[in-house]
């Protein structure tokens, strides 16, 4: 009788759906059952995978959790993602699961589809994708297309390229799912919730399941256990990038950049999330994350933020020999990050940490 493949688990999902957190909730409840991570960032900073290795869960060991920052997970599965689950699967002591998050800028349907590898086909099945959503984040429009505005710019400008890799990415993302969760439900009312629900159906032709939650709190019973063998069915849920490029062009990201913005202590804590609120509304910031130096803290403070909705707590104390600084990665579109607007930006998160109002404020055009 063959072994019984461990099920593996796709949480994908747009910059700052709230991924993380859902998965170190699921940690904190996966009763007893020990869990494999495989963490994939876009940027050098491991701010994803750092915030799991220290949640201190006893199912969930810092050996339990593997990092990819070499690149997004979609574009690397020959060069990481199948050396690191060969690597996972010749471990002495085996997971019960494998988690798998991927980088809010990938397209799920290259990495389940890799689970059809010959080495990982016969020891692995991908249980389910899970797609989160921020529910929040849709009801605003942040990630719909405005199609009226959208007219009266090919209207205006026959030149303009009007592809929206953001809506791309996002419907992709659905495409895939087997479960996808509206999280930051409780930042909306039941109508918009509703009008939500009703977006994320009709970006994809199949009868997905949808679950709301508040802060990724999910019971493992609705994220794991779900069976679906994805990897035999990821070719009838093709992404934009494989029905308009079928001749076999390879996916990138060239639309987004990112970089690490490094800075002192935190001299005024509201004061710094407060100047990063402007900062990102004037750079059109997608994505923030990373850690902050408060003097007097012991602790680190993690920054998260996705739009100008800025999520900030302690996570875990600062390490014996490890340095204390201020790190954010920031993500935006490639065109809002050129070098000189990243300079200025960089410059301008220094400025903020050690409490200092810049005279001009800069401008994206800049």
């Known amino acids: 009788m063959a072994a019984q493949k461990i099920p593996a688990t796709v949480i994908t999902g747009f910059l700052g759906a709230g991924k993380t957190t859902l998965i170190r909730n699921l940690l904190q409840n996966a009763g007893g059952r020990k869990i494999a991570l495989i963490i994939n960032e876009f940027g050098d900073l491991g701010v994803d995978g750092d915030i799991l290795k220290g949640c201190g869960i006893e199912t969930c ?34 997971p019960d699961h494998i988690v798998i ?53 090919r209207a205006a400008d026959d030149s303009l390229d009007h592809d929206n890799p953001l809506e791309e990415l996002f419907e992709d993302q659905i495409r895939a799912a087997d479960l996808i969760v509206l999280n930051k439900a409780d930042l909306i009312d039941r109508d918009r919730l509703e009008e939500v629900r009703k977006l994320t159906s009709a970006a994809t032709a199949r009868a997905v399941k949808t679950v709301a939650a508040e802060n990724g709190s999910l019971p493992a019973e609705v994220l794991l256990g779900i069976a679906a063998g994805a990897e035999d069915l990821i070719a009838e849920r093709k992404s934009h990038h494989e029905i308009e490029h079928e001749g076999g062009e390879e996916h990138d990201h060239d639309e987004f950049e990112s ?29 923030l994350k990373g850690f ?23 996570d875990r104390p600062w390490g014996k020999d490890e340095k204390r600084a201020t790190r954010l990665v920031v993500i935006g579109l490639h065109d809002g990050l050129i070098d000189a607007v990243c300079t200025a930006i960089d410059g301008r998160i220094r400025s903020l940490a050690a409490g200092e109002a810049p005279a001009v404020p800069h401008t994206a055009a800049e």
């Open 101 to 153: 998050e991927t980088s809010g800028l990938a397209l799920p349907q290259p990495l389940v589809a890799a689970f059809n590898w010959p080495e990982v086909k016969t020891k692995v099945t991908v249980d389910g994708v899970v797609t989160v959503i921020d529910a929040a984040a849709v009801a605003s429009g942040r990630f719909a297309d405005d199609e009226e505005k959208v007219a009266a710019q």
């Open 292 to 314: 902050a130096d408060i003097p007097g803290k012991p602790m680190r403070l993690v920054v998260q933020a996705v739009g100008q909705r800025i999520e900030t707590y302690f």
């Open 259 to 287: 970089f690490v913005a490094n800075a002192g202590p935190v001299l005024d804590q509201t004061a710094f999330v407060d100047g990063l609120k402007d900062l990102i509304g004037e750079h059109d910031i997608l994505r």
């Open 61 to 94: 060991s810092e050996d339990d959790v593997v990092e990819l920052n070499n690149g997004c997970i979609c574009c690397t599965v020959a060069d990481d993602f199948i050396p690191a689950m060969t690597k996972l699967l010749e471990r002495g002591s085996l």
